[in-house]
């Protein structure tokens, strides 16, 4: 009995370091029915009954609370910059050139590497809308 208790016991600080090392809430589910699988063996369960509990547990946990932790996350998510000059106007402040490799525009108060996203140069003081965001470059078309 006290070897099923350390087993648990090991398998629940496993799935915790784990969990503790990701962001994505990979492993709780388990160090749930790890935790519960080490109450029953404290308790006298057979090893069979502990398994039992293990996978019951894990298993209902990530059927029941991993789609309401996920809607949670999801929701708390915050724009980025990036984020918010998507579909703004922009001025072109060096000539957006795709041959040379060059471009940058000033977009809600920051400058940004751009791109044209036709390919064609865009000279200097041309008004242009940030249509997405490459890499770290602003995607642009012309306004007209």
Do not use: H
């Not at 629940?12 to 994505?24: F, G, N, P, Q, Y």
């Amino acid at each position: 009995m006290e070897l099923y208790i350390g087993l648990w016991a090991a398998v629940l600080v496993l799935m915790l370091i784990l969990e503790a090392s990701t962001a994505a809430l990979v492993s709780v589910w388990f160090a749930v029915g790890a935790f519960c699988a080490l109450i029953s063996a404290f308790f006298g369960a057979v090893f069979g009954v502990q398994i039992s509990v293990f996978l019951v547990v894990s298993g209902l946990m990530l059927a029941f609370l991993l789609p309401y932790t996920r809607r949670k996350m999801a929701a708390r998510k915050t724009a980025t910059n990036a984020d918010r000059i998507i579909g703004a106007e922009a001025v072109v402040t060096e000539e957006i050139d795709e041959i040379a490799g060059t471009g940058q525009i000033r977009v809600m108060g920051a400058v940004w590497s751009a791109k044209s996203k036709s390919g064609a140069r865009i000279p200097v003081g041309e008004k242009v809308k940030v249509e997405e965001i490459s890499g770290v470059k602003a995607v642009v078309v012309r306004t007209a």
